[in-house]
C-alpha cells in the first residue's frame, strides 16, 4: 500500500513527522520484521488527532506504536501506519501525581517518582518500553502493574475522536480494554503513598539486579512471550517440557529464563512462530495447560 499524496501533505502541513517505508526489524527489540508503510511521529495530542483523522480518511490501517520492546512483527511487514507519540513530558503535580507523555521512558517515570518519594512502583525499575506501551498492555512486576496507578488518560480512538472509558475496569492481569484501539497521548499517574527517596531508590536497585540475575536482558528479544497462566509460572511450565535452550531456525528458547525466546542468529517471526506452536503443544500435552501470548503480534495473528 502506498501513502497517498494527500496524506503526506496533510501531514506536513501539521507539522507532523513521518518516515516512509521503514523497517520493522530496525524498529523493534527483537530486530525482526518487513517493511511498513509509514512512521508517523506526533508530539502533541492535537497532532494525534489530526493524523490519525487523515490515516481513516484514506482507509489506512493503524498500529499504535511505541519503543517495539514487546512485539513480534512479521517478516513481510504492516501494510499501513505505525503511529508513534513522541511526547516524552513529564510534570509533578501535588497530592502525588505525575503527568507523563506517551513516549516518555517507562525507566524514567519511575525515576521521577521515586526522586519526589511516591512510593509503590519501584518494582517496574528496569522494564524497557515507553509509558504508552507499558499501559497498552498493563505492563507489571512482581505483583504491581503500571495500571494500578494510572488515574486519567488522555487518548484518542482510531479516527481521530477523543476516548473515554472508565479506567477503573480498564486494566487486568497484562492486559488493557482499548490495547489496539486507542492511541494514548497522556497519562496522569496517581501514587497512593510516600516514603524516603533513598529507601525507595535502593528498593528499585532490588528488583533491577534481580531482573539482570534472571532475565536475558541484554539479548535480542520481546520481553516474555507468554502471560503466566493462574497460579503458574509460563517459564517454569516450560522448563518442565525439557524445551529450554531448544532453537529453531535463528530463534532460541532462552537459557536463562524459558519464557524469553531470543532472536540468535537473524531469526524471522516464522522461527519464532514455529518455537511459539511448539512450546503451546508440549505444555498443552504435559499440564493441559493453555498458554496466552504476551508479546503482541503485527502483521498476521497467531
Request: hydrophobic letters at 45%.
Amino acid at each position: 500500500m502506498s501513502v497517498s499524496e494527500r496524506v503526506i501533505k496533510a501531514l506536513r502541513k501539521a507539522d507532523i513527522g513521518f518516515k516512509q517505508d521503514v523497517l520493522l526489524s530496525e524498529l523493534t527489540s527483537f530486530h525482526i520484521g518487513g517493511p511498513a508503510d509509514i512512521l508517523v511521529l506526533p508530539e502533541t495530542a492535537e497532532q494525534i488527532r489530526v493524523a490519525l483523522s487523515v490515516l481513516s480518511e484514506e482507509n489506512i490501517p493503524v498500529f499504535p506504536f511505541g519503543r517495539g520492546t514487546n512485539i513480534l512483527a512479521a517478516d513481510s511487514g504492516f501494510r499501513g501506519a505505525l503511529l508513534r507519540p513522541t511526547s516524552t513530558a513529564c510534570d509533578i503535580y501535588v497530592n502525588r501525581k505525575i503527568s507523563a507523555g506517551a513516549a516518555l521512558p517507562l525507566n524514567e517515570l519511575v525515576e521521577s517518582a521515586i526522586e519526589n518519594g511516591f512510593a509503590g512502583c519501584e518494582n517496574l525499575a528496569g522494564i524497557p518500553g515507553s509509558v504508552g506501551g507499558a499501559i497498552a498492555m498493563n505492563a507489571g512486576a512482581w505483583e504491581v502493574s503500571v495500571g494500578d496507578f494510572v488515574d486519567e488518560l488522555v487518548a484518542f480512538d482510531l479516527v481521530g475522536n477523543e476516548a473515554f472509558f472508565d479506567i477503573g475496569g480498564a486494566f487486568d492481569y497484562r492486559s488493557f480494554e482499548k490495547r489496539g484501539q486507542v492511541v494514548i497521548a497522556e497519562a496522569i499517574l496517581n501514587f497512593d503513598s510516600e516514603d524516603d527517596p533513598e529507601v525507595l531508590a535502593a528498593r528499585a536497585e532490588k528488583f533491577k539486579t534481580r531482573r539482570a540475575e534472571n532475565q536475558p536482558i541484554r539479548e535480542r528479544s520481546a520481553g516474555c512471550i507468554f502471560k503466566n497462566p493462574p497460579g503458574e509460572h509460563a517459564g517454569w511450565l516450560i522448563e518442565q517440557t525439557g524445551l529450554k535452550g531448544i532453537s529453531i531456525g535463528g530463534a532460541q528458547v532462552s537459557e536463562v529464563h524459558a519464557n524469553f525466546i531470543l532472536n540468535r542468529d537473524n531469526a524471522s517471526s516464522r522461527d519464532v512462530i514455529r518455537l511459539i506452536k511448539k512450546i503451546r503443544e508440549q505444555v498443552r500435552v504435559g499440564f493441559e495447560i493453555e498458554l496466552e501470548l504476551e508479546v503482541i503480534t503485527l502483521g498476521f495473528e497467531l
